[in-house]
C-alpha cells in the first residue's frame, strides 16, 4: 500500500498550461504503475494517462493525446501529468492512482488513490 498526494491543481485560462504532481508516501513508486484519471461535475471518474513501471510505457486516453504527457521521477517517487493547450472540457478533479499488478485504463484496476486536485480551466 503506498499513499499518493496529488498537487499543482488550480485555475487556468483556455490555452494554458498546468502540471500535475502525485508524490508517493510508504513505498517507492517505482514499484507501481501510475494513472492519471479525471472526473468532472456529474460524470464518472475517467482514464487520463499512464505510466508502467518498469521501462516506463506510457499510455493515453484517445481524447487528450498530444495535449497531456505523462512522466515520473524515480528518485523522488513522483510522477506527473503535463497538461497543454488546455480547454474548458478538461475542468475536472484530476486523481492518480498506484496498481501493483497490471497497468490498467480502467478505474477497478487501482487500489490506491490521492485525495484529487481541482483543476478549473476558464474558456
Known amino acids: 500500500q503506498v499513499q499518493l498526494v496529488e498537487s499543482g491543481g488550480g485555475l487556468v485560462q483556455a490555452g494554458g498550461s498546468l502540471r500535475l504532481s502525485c508524490s508517493a508516501s510508504?513505498?517507492?513508486?517505482?514499484?507501481?504503475?501510475g494513472g492519471w484519471f479525471r472526473q468532472a461535475p456529474g460524470k464518472e471518474r475517467e482514464f487520463v494517462a499512464l505510466?508502467?513501471?518498469?521501462?516506463?510505457?506510457?499510455g493515453y486516453a484517445v481524447s487528450v493525446k498530444n495535449r497531456l504527457n505523462i512522466s515520473r521521477n524515480t528518485a523522488r517517487d513522483t510522477i506527473y501529468l503535463e497538461m497543454n493547450n488546455l480547454k474548458a472540457a478538461y475542468t475536472a478533479v484530476y486523481y492518480c492512482?498506484?496498481?501493483?499488478?497490471?497497468?490498467?485504463?480502467?478505474?477497478?484496476?487501482?487500489?490506491?488513490w490521492g485525495q484529487g486536485t481541482q483543476v478549473t480551466v476558464s474558456s
Open positions: 505510466s508502467m513501471r518498469g521501462f516506463g510505457s506510457t
Open positions: 510508504g513505498g517507492a513508486f517505482s514499484m507501481y504503475h
Open positions: 492512482g498506484s496498481a501493483s499488478y497490471s497497468g490498467s485504463k480502467e478505474v477497478g484496476g487501482y487500489a490506491d
